[in-house]
């Protein structure tokens, strides 16, 4: 993980972006939305295999790293190497937050929570929106 501004590897214009995702994809990989809990293909799987960024392809978490925290999305306890994501700090909705970014293209991924408890190697949940990943089987 990172937490530096540096400019990601994938670089494309809006209208690019627009191009080649639906209009929920890019709701939520470019404008940081969120898709409804317990409405995402991958909440509830629990097959072998890696998660990749949907814009760009490239892989952030592995099955073996993620876990049921019952919160109506994928939850995972650690990225894949450190350098998979970048997290920022969000102040929207009035709260702060931890958002994690695709650190290949900087899609928005998700939001990362620490210190709730759950029995995990890390006590982190990266809160991930299933629409921002495609999963492949091992």
């Known amino acids: 993980m990172t937490t530096d501004q540096t400019s990601p590897r994938v ?3 809006d209208e ?28 509830d799987n629990h097959k072998t295999g890696v998660y990749s960024c949907r814009a760009c392809g490239a892989e952030l978490f592995r099955s073996d790293q993620k876990f049921d925290s019952h919160c109506g999305w994928p939850s995972f306890f650690s990225p894949l190497a450190g ?48 629409i921002s990943m495609r999963f492949a089987e091992a």
């Open 16 to 43: 690019q972006w627009r191009a080649e995702l639906t209009p929920a994809e890019y709701a939520v990989l470019r404008k940081a939305g969120t898709e409804r809990p317990y409405t995402g293909e991958y909440t």
């Open 11 to 13: 670089v494309k214009t």
């Open 83 to 130: 350098s998979a994501i970048v997290e920022r700090v969000d102040n929207t909705l009035g709260m702060r937050r931890v958002e994690v970014l695709c650190a290949n293209c900087h899609s928005h991924l998700g939001h990362v929570f620490e210190g709730e408890g759950y029995d995990t190697p890390t006590d982190l949940r990266y809160c991930i929106n299933s």
